[in-house]
């Protein structure tokens, strides 16, 4: 699977949009973005996740580059119990792939009064 | 609908000793998961299950860890005998399917996690 590169930390005021990067210079054609985010003392939380289009849900948006080198994570207006760790991560489809999740050390988003 | 539980919440023991931890997954959910995360750094996958066979246990430390899911469901990690670098919090997580052709893989639901500390 890809490597993600995320930056390690993030600060976000509170009622604004929150932008998460990633980059995946490497993903190969077949393999998909992930999101997850794990709030302190919980197991992680799946958000989303997308091939090449532009993804949303109840949570937030995915936007992936036309090159699917690299995306954002969009969370549209935080709150405080968005404060979290956000892992990024690249994940093959298929009928081989055993589908286990490879976690970097994500982006620990500090959302503030 | 109720999600993944683990027992216990907390556990602590001195090196050289066993530990135990249990699970149960989302009713229905086939594939089951175990991940170790040690402190400041993403989970890492020790063992994962199909049904009640393995499908990958190329990161679990063999020589002390062992895990069972004998009827497809519940399932027990064990550690024999715990190191001090074996402190960590032990996730569970299950999923719907795994591997359906070209679609995308379920997504995991994680439980709560047990807290392991090896004095």
């Known amino acids: 699977d890809a490597k993600t590169t995320q930056p390690t930390s993030m600060d976000c005021a509170e009622g604004r949009a929150a932008n998460l990067p990633c980059n995946h210079s490497t993903i190969s054609g077949n393999e998909y973005v992930y999101w997850y985010r794990q709030i302190h003392s919980q197991g992680p939380q799946y958000i989303i996740h997308?091939?090449?289009n532009n993804e949303t849900n109840e949570m937030a948006s995915l936007i992936i580059t036309e090159d699917r080198k690299s995306s954002t994570l969009i969370l549209p207006h935080a709150t405080l119990r968005d404060t979290a760790v956000y892992y990024c991560i690249v994940r093959v489809a298929g009928s081989s792939n055993t589908g286990k999740l490879i976690f970097g050390q994500g982006t620990t988003l500090q959302v503030k009064p | 609908e109720a999600g993944v539980a683990q027992s216990p919440r907390y556990k602590i023991i001195e090196k050289r000793q066993s530990v135990a931890f249990w699970c149960n997954p989302i009713s229905g959910h086939a594939t089951l998961y175990w991940y170790q995360q040690i402190l400041g750094q993403g989970p890492k996958l020790l063992i994962q299950f199909q049904n009640n066979g393995v499908v990958d246990d190329s990161q679990l430390p063999k020589d002390r860890f062992s895990a069972e899911r004998l009827k497809g469901v519940d399932s027990t990690l064990k550690i024999q005998p715990a190191k001090l670098e074996d402190s960590a919090v032990y996730l569970c997580?299950?999923?719907?399917?795994?591997?359906?052709?070209?679609?995308?893989?379920?997504?995991?639901?994680f439980g709560p996690g047990t807290r392991l500390t090896v004095t």
């Open positions: 997580a299950s999923s719907l399917m795994v591997g359906s052709g070209w679609g995308a893989l379920g997504e995991q639901y």
């Open positions: 997308g091939l090449k």
